[in-house]
């Protein structure tokens, strides 16, 4: 098994919430009758101490697919590049019912196109995620 697909990402809680990759964690009380997750951490799989405490309506999945820049691909995630008609399209990384990792055409109706095929064919840009505040335009690749 792919051990980038056990991984997620998600925003950080607080007043300037930035992305962490790594292991889901849930915290349960332990000392309450009832088992409920009561926190939600992230940690790099290494120390569980340096675990961040996460947004748990931000988490990603990882697909075990990677961008042309090498980078691990997210369920959530954006991509602009053009479709076979040549017009500008966003593609949001989805995972179906049967655990296949699909990009979904956000602007355009049509099936759900091939994800590998997206990231290495299209060659589409990393422009976002679902759970960023504001989505930006194909034509401008995230800035690292």
């Given amino acids: 098994m792919n051990i980038n697909r056990l991984k997620v990402k998600a925003l950080t809680v607080g007043d300037n919430p930035e992305w962490v990759e790594g292991f889901y ?5 332990p ?4 088992r409920r997750i009561k926190g939600h951490c992230i940690h790099n799989g ?3 101490s340096l675990a961040k405490a ?3 309506d ?4 990882g697909t075990g697919e990677a961008d042309k820049d090498s980078d691990p691909v997210y369920v959530g995630d954006l991509f602009g590049g053009k479709d076979a008609d ?7 990384v989805v995972r179906l019912s049967n655990g296949e990792f699909r990009a979904r055409r956000t602007k355009h109706i049509g099936a759900a196109c091939d994800l590998w095929q997206t990231l290495h064919v299209v060659k589409a840009d990393r422009i976002g995620n679902i759970h960023e505040i504001t989505r930006r335009k194909p034509s401008k690749p995230i800035e690292r």
């Avoid at 931000?58 to 999945?61: E, K, N, S, V």
């Fill in 58 to 61: 931000t988490l990603c999945q």
């Fill in 31 to 34: 000392h309450q009758e009832e």
């Fill in 54 to 56: 996460v947004n748990p």
């Fill in 86 to 92: 040549g017009r500008d399209e966003i593609y949001e």
């Fill in 25 to 29: 964690v849930g915290i349960i009380d």
């Fill in 46 to 48: 290494v120390s569980i």
